[in-house]
């Protein structure tokens, strides 16, 4: 009996423990700084080459934290005592600047939850404005949380701020960035902007989120640093009202005019069809051309390449022919290759720079460069297509290199 009573202890023991392992329970608080021990991996820079940067870490000189050695980041034109390291000073004329945080990764703590940023700050800029910036691809772009300029505090104080953003922010790339658009001298030594105390909640997700979505827009600068530790996916709503996703393998480095590209590059972007034809993309036989749909990435003029392929995905837009254009030199390429799976590396063992296959409604292409991509309907496909009601036909002639 005794020996009965214990296994069944034990069994509902071991229960509790895979329950709470498995636990659908939101993890809470996982990622929180207040800068006590230095800079924690937070990093200044500027927007714009040209920018001055008073960006420092040190003691705060204004509002509750005064005289308290509490550290925080805050613009300071002065030079910083090291006796106190008190920040002094405010921000510079025409300064475009950010202090942003390390990588934070918060699907390693699961996928699925809402994410809840706080902070602190005192904000006191009355030729500028502050804001506070996130990114769920590693930095390569910013949505807007937060903006105001003015003095936004309440006798010079501090003030607790949290806003929380949608699950597509629970990603391996979260950063975070403080950022101030100064177009004056500051007047006075209580303007500027400082911040402290920042932390990263995954709560459960419920609605009523501050930022929906971190969709790129048509044409979005790109900030790309280099080889990266993870994938990343980027998906554009394009002007067409349509999505286009460019997805970059870990570990890939970009290059333009054969250097490795250090700036960037923009993100998708569609081509009006108002405006533009096939001829206009080098299409050869352009008067039997239906259906076009083009959409740029990269750059206007010169092509970027990549050591790794990486993947395009265009939605709505399976069954037409594609190709890579470049219409500065009237130059088309039909990708005639059909992939037999959603694998770049299917690339090298064919021996061709791009391929591409249809995921349902979307057409992938995977391609070791970027510049326009045209897709469309010859137009005796297109009639062909009407009268047998089916996608299938289509196919078959794209595989057998029918155009």
């Excluded at 202890?9 to 636990?23: E, P, Y």
């Excluded at 007047?187 to 709560?203: E, I, K």
């Excluded at 930022?211 to 996916?233: C, F, K, Q, R």
Aim: glycine share 12%; hydrophobic share 35%.
């Amino acid at each position: 009996m005794k020996k009965n009573t214990l296994g069944l202890l034990c069994a509902l023991l071991l229960l509790g423990v895979s329950s709470q392992a498995f636990s659908a329970d939101a993890p809470g608080t996982v990622y929180s700084e207040n800068f006590a021990s230095g800079t924690a991996g937070w990093a200044s820079g500027k927007l714009i080459s040209s920018s001055p940067n008073s960006w420092r870490l040190g003691v705060a000189s204004i509002g509750y934290l005064q005289p308290y050695p509490w550290y925080c980041w805050g613009t300071a034109r002065d030079p910083v005592n090291p006796a106190t390291n008190a920040l002094t000073g405010g921000y510079f004329a025409r300064e475009y600047s950010y202090v942003k945080s390390p990588n934070i990764n918060l699907s390693a703590h699961g996928v699925g939850y809402a994410v809840t940023l706080g902070w602190m700050d005192y904000m006191n800029i009355h030729s500028g404005s502050g804001s506070i910036e996130v990114s769920n691809n590693y930095g390569l772009t910013w949505k807007e949380l937060y903006k105001a300029s003015g003095d936004q505090t309440v006798s010079g104080s501090w003030r607790t701020i949290s806003r929380t953003l949608a699950p597509m922010f629970c990603t391996s790339g979260f950063r975070v960035r403080f950022r101030i658009d100064s177009y004056a001298q500051a007047y006075t030594a209580w303007q500027g902007f400082y911040f402290d105390n920042v932390s990263v909640s995954l709560v459960t997700a419920s609605g009523g989120y501050s930022v929906l979505d971190a969709y790129l827009d048509d044409d979005e600068w790109i900030d790309y640093p280099g080889p990266m530790d993870g994938p990343v996916d980027l998906t554009a709503r394009t002007y067409d009202d349509n999505l286009v996703t460019l997805s970059i393998p870990a570990n890939t480095t970009a290059y333009m005019g054969g250097a490795e590209l250090t700036d960037g590059f923009y993100g998708p972007w569609y081509e009006d069809d108002d405006y533009e034809y096939p001829e206009d993309f080098g299409i050869p036989n352009p008067d039997d051309v239906v259906d076009l749909v083009a959409y740029g990435v990269g750059d206007d003029y010169e092509k970027i390449t990549f050591d790794n392929p990486v993947r395009l995905q265009f939605n709505g837009q399976a069954g037409k022919l594609v190709g890579w254009s470049n219409p500065y030199m009237d130059e088309f390429h039909l990708i005639d290759t059909m992939l037999e799976a959603d694998d770049g590396s299917l690339l090298g063992s064919l021996g061709v720079d791009a391929g591409y296959l249809n995921i349902g409604d979307d057409l992938v292409v995977w391609t070791n460069h970027m510049t326009y991509f045209v897709m469309y309907v010859p137009e005796p496909a297109a009639a062909l297509l009407l009268l047998v009601g089916g996608v299938g036909l289509l196919a078959r002639r794209r595989r057998i290199g029918g155009n």
